[in-house]
Structures are given as C-alpha cells and as structure tokens.
C-alpha cells in the first residue's frame, strides 16, 4: 500500500463554520462581539497614550499594564475581525498556514496574559511588602527583561504545539466548527493520532497558567500577611486598593480560561458544542474589553490623567470659541 504524501493529508483551507447550532442567530451575535471589541481597541488604545504620554504613569505599575494592553489588542485583533467576517459576509474560509498563525498568536499571546498578570501580582507584592525599596527593584532594565522572558516562554512553548498540529494527517473534512483556529479543535479533523496534541497542550496550560497562578497566590497571601498587620485602618484600605484592579483582572482572565480548558478536555459530549465556542470567544474578548475599563475606573492615577485631558480639551474650546 503506497504512503500518503504529507501534501496528500494537508488540506490548503479550512472552513471556519462560526457557533454551530446558531447559524441563524450570527448576525445578532455579532453586535456584542462588535461593541466589545470596539471598547477593547478603544480602551487599550487609550491606556498606551496615556501610559506613554503622562510622565506621572512612567512607573513599573504603569509599565506593566501597557503590556497588559499591548497583549489584549493582540489577542482580540487575532480573533475577532474574523468572526465577524463570518457572521456579516459568511466568509468563512481560511488557508491552513493562516490558521496555523492565528493558533500561534492566539495561544502565545493568552499565555504572555498570564505572564503579565502573574508580573503585576509581583509588582504590588513589591511595592507592598517591600516600599522604600521599590524603585531599586524594579528598574526599567528589570521590567523589559521580565517581559521579554514572560514572551519567550510563551513563544517557546507554544512553537512545539504549532509543529505537532501541522505535521498530522487531516483526512475527515476541512470544515472547523468554531471562529477561530483553536488547536484541539484543528487537531479532531485528523485522522491520525492526536494524543500528543491533548497531553502537550494540557502541559503547556500547566506549565503556563499553574505556574503563575501559584506565584499571584503566593505574592498576595504574603501582601495579605503585610496589609493585615498594618495598624492603620486607613492605610490597609490604600493597599488594598491599589490591588483592587488587578485581583478584578485575574477573575476576568482565568475565571473563563478555567471553563474553557474543562470543555476542551473534560466536557465531552455533555456540553453543546455552541456553549463552548461561546465562552471560548468571552475568554479572548472580556478581558480586553474589561481590563482598561477596571483600570480607569479603579486607579487614581489614570483618572486624573483623564480628567487632565478633558480639561486641557474644554479650555482649548473655550478659547477658540
């Protein structure tokens, strides 16, 4: 029997079938995507202007949430311009290597999230914890450097993932059940043995999302034992508040990540298939569209940067008029 050419088994397209079961209903899902999708450009836009304009947020905090930023356009962006190209035009095709691009943005970028939260954790444990010392710590070489390790561990583990799902053989179909390339959902059009792809992905969310979970626990159980015996009502209150945006950060980040990893691998045919492409899609929108919302709202500093613009903006009218 003659081998299959790896170009025989490599299909030039895949067909991205949107939220099967709600094919008629796309079209009203689509204004929510939108509308949050619009916030997060908006909202993140915003947040680098400011973060790089402002001389009072040239700080680690600041820095860090523009990364926070830069990491959620990347995320929405890679997703979301093509899911509402299916549900408004039904252009639903995409080629095999641009799938596999967006898979590897997708699952770089989520997991450089973690990493960024999991430095943010840090950061406020620091700054906490340790306040006369704070600047010594974290200076600006100490922060690029936790960045570009944070985006090469992503990077590096998610190559290796990538690899795995284009060297397999897909011979049942080309059509993907779902808005965008996730690998598991890639790899089940296979008809080899895709086993590599659970266990290493299971591996790469542990390595990944368990190893900063554990240190955000362990940076504020020690800010908690810090914030506990301050004596001071008022100044346990203050550092309770500078971690308020981040802890809501972490809920709207690995609170659906959670869900999603459960369908993926534990769900099994007990959850509709349109339930999971759901939140899977709220796991790559809310928290871009929700953290520069969080942040502005919950930071002192931000707002009267804000407010600072406005101002300059009215007077300027005031003047001209």
Sequence with gaps: MPLLNQTDVTPASFILNGIPGLEDMHIWISFPFCSMYVVAVVGNCGLLYLILYEDSLHRPMYYFLAMLSLTDLVICSSTIP?????FWFHLKDIGFDECLVQMFFIHTFTGMESGVLMLMALDRHVAICYPLRYSAILTNDVIGKAGLATFLRAVLLIIPLIFITKQLPYCRGNMIHHTYCDQLSVAKL???????????GLMVAFLIGGFDILCITVSYTMILRVVVSLS??????KAFSTCTAHICAIVFSYSPAFFCVFFNHFGGHTIP???HIIVANIYLLLPPTMNPIVYGVKTKQIRDCVMKILSGSKEMKSQSV
Excluded: F, H, T, V
């Design 82 to 86: 093509k899911a509402l190209c299916i």
């Design 190 to 200: 296979s008809c080899g043995n895709i086993k590599a792809n659970i266990i290493y």
């Design 232 to 237: 001071s009502a008022d100044a346990r209150q």
């Design 273 to 275: 298939p349109s339930c």
